[in-house]
């Protein structure tokens, strides 16, 4: 991620944590879970589309290499370079193994992000339960601090 996107991130989670801890402070906690949830959702926005472009990004050099070998096994000329056409089968199974991987690289990446899709909504839930139990316990422990606080100084008046 570059420096200017990494900041906006940053800005966008830092509002979102400043939403979450007014909405707990107010004890609405309809409100925060669904900031909660929007908190989610950019997060995941962000992270597939860091994976997709990381995937993408390794993707495109593997096949520009292979282009480049395929190029290079049409273009051999035998009778000029009879000591490359002893490589060329080795070169013809590389370049298959190189298929083979970037096959693999990309359905594992499929089947990776449809997970991730399928197991969306559960992961959402408890995320938002998680920030919710976080919250409640950190402003209840104050909250319980304030009004002991407070009743001190009713009993010592």
Request: charged content about 30%.
């Amino acid at each position: 991620m570059n420096e200017e996107l990494n900041k906006t991130f940053n800005e966008e989670v830092t509002r979102y944590k400043n939403a979450l801890v007014f909405y707990a402070r107010k004890c609405d906690w309809e409100t925060f879970k669904v900031n909660a949830g929007r908190l989610f959702d950019y997060i995941e926005s962000i992270e597939r589309s860091e994976i997709e472009r990381r995937f993408f990004r390794v993707s495109r050099i593997i096949l520009i290499v292979l282009f480049f070998v395929t190029v290079f096994i049409c273009r051999i000329n035998p009778e000029i370079y009879p000591e490359l056409m002893k490589v060329k089968k080795t070169i013809i199974l590389m370049a298959i193994s190189g298929c083979g991987f970037e096959l693999y690289f990309f359905m594992n990446f499929r089947i990776y992000m449809k997970q991730k899709m399928i197991y969306y909504k559960k992961r959402r839930d408890r995320f938002i339960r998680g920030i919710e139990k976080d919250f409640r316990e950190s402003f209840a422990a104050t909250s319980v601090d304030a009004v002991a606080a407070t009743a001190v100084d009713t009993v010592a008046a």
